[in-house]
């Protein structure tokens, strides 16, 4: 029953606004002392995905995952890879398709249930065959696809493969697309609509006939969705994507430890978004809900410490490692 009650995180002063404590860290947070080494791969499909390392001679590893319209350069894949690192990890920052600052070479780039290119990863990381323990955390998207993939894997989980961490997953997608709606939200939305029709009209030109452009922008994912994310990646329509990429429905399949924190503040997140019964019920999947915390905030002025989700994140994954 790892479901867990209490969370010790303690929020101060304005972080306990969840606004702040959302935006602070985005805009504010720099984490320094922290070199990555890039590494670029092939995928089985003719792409390639950009790797960033931070190495410290260890055989084992964390893989951070990042958000929508993220990339491994920001300062809560950053954190996480240097505390690690601190611990005697070596790090690795993934950017998913069209994330690098590259566009990508295929018309297919990401989305919530994307697992295949963390799968090459994966497996390429097997190849090399340096690694005797690798965890995973993974931030709201990469949340997602954290969770996702480790349910795809359960009938025969790696066994280097250990334990994982998610934060801020808005693991029913289609109630939390409710609540990135509302209007304390909207500029978040339109941050991140901003760059993800740049780089769908990118994509038209890229392969002209095979993205018909809109008369009108998308001011919404649900426009959004429609549009681009569900045609080009195989879906119906943008309900069809929700329905079939959330993670909510396949946590019970979950056979590796993984801890999923979402903070009860986090605007982006629906009632769904907290799955205590199914942690309940399953001997796998710990969740913990921080009173505060924002989306994937946990924040402090103070950024030349470690922020509590790093420190959060290590703890379980210490206990499970060792």
């Known amino acids: 029953m790892p479901l867990i009650t209490t969370s010790d995180y303690q929020a101060t002063g304005p972080f306990r606004n969840t606004f702040f404590n959302t935006i602070y860290p985005a805009l504010v947070r720099s984490v320094k002392d922290l070199t990555y080494t890039r590494e670029r791969i092939s995928t089985s499909d003719g792409d390639f995905l950009d790797l960033d390392w931070s190495r410290v001679g260890s055989k084992k590893l964390v893989l951070a995952l990042h958000g929508l319209e993220g990339q491994a350069d920001r300062a809560y894949i950053r954190g996480m890879i240097k505390y690690f690192n601190q611990q005697g990890w070596d790090g690795l920052g993934m950017n998913y398709r069209g994330c690098s600052g590259e566009t990508n070479l295929k018309l297919q780039t990401y989305h919530m249930a994307a697992t295949g290119d963390v799968h090459e990863v994966l497996s390429h990381l097997n190849k090399e065959g340096k690694y005797e323990s690798v ?10 696809l954290t969770l996702r993939l480790l349910a795809e894997v359960a009938n025969s989980p790696p066994t280097w493969l250990k334990a994982a961490v998610a934060f801020s997953v808005p693991c029913d997608i289609a109630t939390a697309n409710t609540e990135i709606h509302r209007w304390f939200n909207y500029l978040y939305l339109r941050r991140f609509l901003k760059t993800l029709n740049a780089k769908a009209v990118v994509k038209a030109k890229q392969f002209p006939g095979k993205v018909q452009m809109p008369t009108k922008m998308p001011k919404s994912f649900y426009e959004f969705d429609d549009w681009f ?33 979402n903070a009860s503040d986090d605007t982006f997140l629906s009632a769904a978004c907290y799955p205590e019964e199914i942690a309940r019920k399953s001997p796998y999947l710990f969740f913990e809900r921080p009173e505060y915390g924002g989306h994937v905030g946990f924040g402090q002025f103070d950024s030349s410490t470690p922020y ?7 703890r379980f994954i210490e206990e499970i490692v060792g």
């Open 308 to 314: 509590w989700s790093e420190r959060r994140a290590y």
């Open 229 to 261: 994310t569900g045609p080009i990646h195989g879906f119906k329509d943008g309900a069809d994507y929700y329905d079939k990429a959330n993670s909510l429905q396949i946590l019970d399949a979950i056979k590796i430890p993984a801890l999923l924190v």
């Open 135 to 144: 965890v995973i955390v993974g931030f709201s998207l990469g949340g997602n």
